[in-house]
């Protein structure tokens, strides 16, 4: 049965397809105005991205439209494309049946940001590649909005297509809408759609979110930006907080994670920190890296998060020098307890025997010492750090990455006040948060 989101929404039932946004008459001024055709489509292969194509005559100067910063008016819908939003890459030229010189052009179509005046009252967006972790319908809310994501009639059939093929599908809708019912300016939709793309991100664990919004009011479409940020194309077994299909947590804990992050990604201090570790968990997670490369981000990223943390809560700048005199895995330990998120790898065999083989001293043979041992023998390779990482072996990697992504997952859900269940990425159990469970972490 089609999702009544579906009429709202443009053509998408064809995974790894262009997307068609518009058809149509164009206009361009060189200064004078010309008439010619074209379309806007997003474009999902290689990447999503958004392209413009149109037909110009040669002789009447096409080429003066982006050198002396003219503009492109879409016919019916009288959109205005400045030279600032349209980066052409191709022009081909033909010639017509009356022996006319024309130009095929193609090129890039940037987001529109013009958006501060533009009113709605709901906003209807796209999802691309997210999995089937929670029922056909999820509904999450603030204090201010509400959003309601639906699968798309077809999900079955575009998952298998994207799995085979790496590749892009929209698999899910959403509508946002202010609680109140009252309209809203498309900027401040803009603002709550970003963070919902990097809270589904987190929990998808690849970048994915809302992308190709489309704005109404009283049914009347008043915003269409085209708009397509980053999107990672699909990888079979890539999971985030939440598993990928008939996972535990309910609705009510999701929403304790979204109102959480929503909280904290409205503070101008900790919103850019979310983002960046999340997009780094993100750039680990999905394994297309290469391992020791992961290996360096995930410190990097658990660095990122230390720092976070200290600069917030302690405005004591002696605490700062003292903190940047530790040694790394002391940071990232310290930060962990804090977190009362535990550091032993007791139920790791292959991480304790490369640490009793490594360490010789009273360094505590834990995760953030395996991570940063390792780490180190990586970025300094002198003979006497490649051995550490020569004896190691891809296992030991694989295993020291996947504690690091536990420790990044679980610090983020600690910051945002999350108390429930999340998908260990050492076991694969989804199991209560430690800090719920009154755990206090281990030296």
């Known amino acids: ?45 290689p990447s999503p991205d958004v ?89 999450l809310t603030d204090n201010t909005w509400e959003i309601v994501s639906v699968k798309v009639s077809n999900y079955k059939d575009i998952k298998e297509k994207i799995e085979s093929t790496a590749g892009f599908g929209i698999t899910h809708l959403g509508i946002l809408r202010r609680l109140d019912g009252a309209t809203f300016k498309a900027s401040d939709a803009e603002t709550i759609l970003i963070k919902l793309y990097w809270f589904l991100s987190f929990a998808r664990g690849s970048v994915c979110g809302p992308m190709l919004y489309i704005g109404s009011l009283n049914n009347i479409k008043t915003w269409e930006p085209w708009n397509v940020p980053l999107q990672h194309p699909w990888k079979k077994g890539t999971h985030g907080w939440m598993s990928s ?51 360096a981000l995930l410190q990097l990223d658990l660095e990122l998060i230390s720092w976070a943390i200290l600069e917030e809560t302690s405005p004591d700048k002696t605490k700062f020098e003292s903190f940047d005199k530790m040694k790394a895995h002391e940071k990232i330990r310290d930060t962990l307890k804090r977190l009362s998120i535990p550091t032993d790898i007791d139920g790791i065999p292959l991480l304790n025997q490369y640490l009793d083989e490594i360490i010789t ?43 690091g992504l536990n420790y990044i997952l679980l610090a983020l859900l600690k910051i945002i006040g999350y108390n429930g269940k999340y998908l260990n ?13 009154g755990l206090d972490s281990k030296r």
């Open 1 to 45: 049965m089609d999702s009544p989101l579906e009429s709202f929404a443009y053509p998408i039932s064809i995974p790894n397809e262009n997307i068609p946004l518009w058809d149509g008459e164009f206009e361009y001024y060189t200064p004078d105005v010309h008439k010619t055709t074209g379309k806007v489509f997003a474009r999902m292969l």
């Open 51 to 139: 392209r413009i194509e149109f037909e110009g005559n040669i002789g009447i100067g096409i080429d003066d439209v982006f050198e002396r910063r003219e503009k492109l008016r879409l016919g019916s819908i009288g959109a205005l494309l400045s030279r600032g939003r349209t980066r052409l890459d191709s022009i081909s030229h033909y010639n017509n049946e009356e022996g006319d010189i024309f130009n095929h052009c193609k090129g890039d179509l940037t987001l529109d940001l013009s958006n501060e005046q533009i009113e709605c009252d709901k906003v209807v967006f796209h999802i691309p590649n997210y999995i089937d972790n929670y029922p056909s319908e999820l509904r």
């Open 245 to 295: 299909k008939n996972s535990t947590i309910n609705e009510t804990a999701i929403n304790q994670a979204f109102q959480g992050f929503i909280r904290k990604s409205t503070d101008d201090y900790w919103r850019p920190c979310l983002f960046q570790a999340i997009h780094w968990y993100t750039e680990v997670n999905r394994s297309t890296i290469v391992l020791e490369g992961a290996i």
């Open 361 to 403: 001293d009273d360094t505590p043979k834990d995760g953030p010492t395996a991570i940063t041992s390792l780490r180190n023998a990586i970025v300094h390779p002198r003979k006497n750090k490649r051995s550490k990482i020569e004896s190691a072996g891809n296992e030991v990697k694989y295993a020291a990455r996947a504690v």
């Open 425 to 437: 990425h050492n076991s694969w159990n989804e199991e209560p948060v430690p800090w719920s469970r």
